[in-house]
């Protein structure tokens, strides 16, 4: 029985320890994944309800782990910003994407705007602007092309500086969506302050759309808000012919999600522009 009692301590301590050990075994492996190449980008079109028209696409973060195969950046990305990662990593998304949607258009495709995530950590800090610039200025993107996708949760944790800050991205040229609305907890009338031009609706409220009266309300809420203060409102997450269909004949603008494609490599996004180029 002691022995017994002995194992199942082990057993209970190995347990309480796999999520530290693997947090750290994780980070450790964040250290090296820039230097070592592992990071990629996937892009996931955004269109146009009402034409059917990719007029953007959304950069998707992607690691690589040699032993742990692919890592979603929902595991990572906070992991990232605690130990302050995620700035290196983010000027690396903001640098490829920038360069990405440079290289389209210099393959001849119609210019796309090109959307990056930006995390609470990387939107504070000092340089965000500096380095926006810089990514803007070493790919020769013209400003009008990128767009910066950032959460309320964001914004409301210092909402004059936030705004200060989104005021002078949009002087550049950036233009800025609020991701995941929704989920976050801003003020209606903070959101009149903010300098933005679409309204995400979280996929959260999306993915129930055509059984749930309640989705069903928040989403037409979130439709006429946006349209009330003149901003574009995108749906994420559309997966069903359904969900679309109840977008569309509500006016929602925009959506983005498998239904229409899933996250892909450049390459293949590539194609998808020159084939929509090309009808
Ligand atoms: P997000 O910005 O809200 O991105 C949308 C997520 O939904 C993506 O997950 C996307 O792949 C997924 N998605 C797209 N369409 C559908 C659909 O129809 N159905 C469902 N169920 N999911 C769909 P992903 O790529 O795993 O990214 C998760 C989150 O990680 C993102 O949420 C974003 O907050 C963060 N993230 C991703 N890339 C970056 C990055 O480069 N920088 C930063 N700071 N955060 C990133
Ligand atoms: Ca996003
Ligand atoms: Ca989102
Ligand atoms: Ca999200």
Aim: proline content about 4%; charged content about 25%; hydrophobic content about 45%.
């Amino acid at each position: 029985a002691k022995e017994q009692g002995k194992n199942v301590f082990q057993f209970y301590a190995r347990e309480m320890n796999a999520s530290v050990e693997e947090k750290l075994v994780l980070l450790e492996g964040l250290r090296n994944a820039l230097d070592c190449g592992q990071f990629s980008l996937l892009y996931q079109p955004k269109v146009d309800l009402r034409s059917g028209r990719i007029f953007g696409v959304e950069a998707l973060i992607r690691w690589q782990h040699p032993e742990h195969g692919m890592v979603s950046p929902a595991r990572f990305i906070a992991l990232a910003e605690e130990s302050g990662l995620i700035i290196p990593i983010g000027d690396w998304v903001l640098q490829t994407a920038c360069l990405q949607a440079r290289a389209w258009s210099d393959a001849g495709l119609p210019q796309v705007t090109m959307s990056v995530n930006v995390s609470p950590r990387q939107f504070e800090e000092k340089r965000l602007v500096e380095r926006v610039a810089q990514a803007l200025s070493d790919s020769g993107l013209p400003a009008h092309a990128l767009e910066i996708e950032v959460t309320e949760g964001i914004i409301m944790r210092d909402l004059a500086q936030s705004v200060g800050k989104m005021s002078e991205l949009k002087a550049m040229g950036v233009t800025l969506s609020i991701d995941d609305f929704g989920t976050g907890y801003s003020s209606l009338s903070a959101l009149k302050s903010f300098p933005i031009s679409t309204l995400k609706i979280d996929k959260s409220f999306v993915s129930d759309l055509a059984d749930s009266a309640d989705d069903q309300a928040i989403a037409l809420a979130v439709i006429s808000l946006g349209h009330r203060l003149n901003l574009r409102v995108l749906a994420e997450g559309v997966e069903t012919e359904q969900q679309r269909r109840f977008l569309l004949e509500n006016d929602c603008d925009e959506m983005q999600g498998y239904l229409f494609s899933r996250p892909v490599p450049a390459a293949e996004m590539q194609t998808m522009l020159l084939a929509q180029a090309q009808a």
